[in-house]
């Protein structure tokens, strides 16, 4: 019981760490290409950890090293397509996009590992089609960027699932520097093509300080170790005080000003988050959200 609290303190500073980081990275993202700032980004915050930690290099065999450059993998997909929908959208709008994969994680469940969701999960999904509707349809019309967000918010949810189900009993700080690593190689196959740019002024250079450190490299390694104790779909409602951050933050510090149909779409897709993931007195979070399995 006193590992899960610590836990769940532990990856609330991960929601805070990476509210703040959309706001940090959104000015940065109009003067620097996606895969050159990821890169970077992915690259600082590797080395980092290995300076922390040099034998961990020692740690890189075996189930560790395929399950990481799998999670990996899954990882740089998911934050390419969000930063991508954040140069074509606003922080407090991508991270309430991004907040559906904690609609999809227990959809995942279902199909990868035949749990079946409780009809409770159908009233969260409306709910949050609702809200992604009040945000993304503006003048009558669809707001295709959002569609970067949607991906990325899949891979997000595949990528939870897959640390529940391949974290635990491994070596976790090896088993996130494996994942970092492999995004920063991704993303440098990425920004290949047209030439590696490098960040052209303090501004993007904080941006990439900032998530490397605090939203890679310790968010990372606290998610890794939090899954390897609680349960993924626990860990998915903790993480959309994400949501929370990256709205609040925006706003305080002028980077935009919400409208109405904004707040109301944020507020049904938090609604729907906590309907579906929120934890009953009397049941465990497994039988809230999954129906019994069949013997």
Request: hydrophobic share 60%; proline share 4%; aromatic share 12%.
């Amino acid at each position: 019981m006193k590992r899960n609290g610590l836990a769940v303190a532990a990856l609330l500073v991960v929601t805070i760490a990476w509210g703040t980081s959309f706001v940090a990275m959104k000015p940065a993202m109009d003067k620097s290409p996606v895969f050159d700032f990821l890169a970077i980004r992915f690259t600082i915050a590797t080395i980092l950890m290995i300076i922390v930690k040099p034998k961990v290099l020692k740690a890189f065999t075996g189930k560790t090293l395929f399950y990481g450059i799998i999670l990996g993998v899954i990882l740089g997909f998911s934050y390419i397509t969000q930063t991508i929908g954040l140069t074509l959208s606003t922080a407090a709008i991508t991270s309430f996009v991004t907040g559906l994969y904690v609609i999809l994680t227990p959809l995942l469940v279902w199909v990868i590992f035949k749990k079946k969701p409780r009809g409770i999960v159908a009233i969260g999904a409306i709910l949050a089609t609702v809200g992604l509707g009040f945000i993304t349809i503006k003048d009558a019309s669809f707001d295709f960027g959002q569609i970067w967000t949607m991906l990325c918010a899949l891979g997000f949810a595949a990528h939870i699932v897959g640390l529940g189900r391949w974290s635990p009993g491994k070596d976790v700080y090896a088993l996130t520097v494996i994942q970092l690593a492999t995004v920063a190689l991704v993303c440098w196959i990425g920004a290949a093509p047209d030439g590696i740019q490098q960040p052209v002024d303090g501004e993007v250079w904080f941006a990439i300080l900032f998530t490397a450190v605090f939203a890679t490299a310790l968010a990372f390694f606290i998610q890794t170790w939090a899954q390897s104790v609680m349960d993924a779909s626990r860990v998915a409602i903790i993480l959309t005080m994400e949501v929370v951050f990256a709205a609040l933050t925006s706003v305080a510090v002028g980077q935009e000003v919400l409208s109405l149909p904004v707040i109301f779409g944020g507020a049904l897709m938090l609604a729907a988050m906590l309907v579906i993931e929120w934890p009953r007195r009397d049941s465990t979070l497994e039988d809230v959200i999954y129906e019994p399995m069949a013997h």
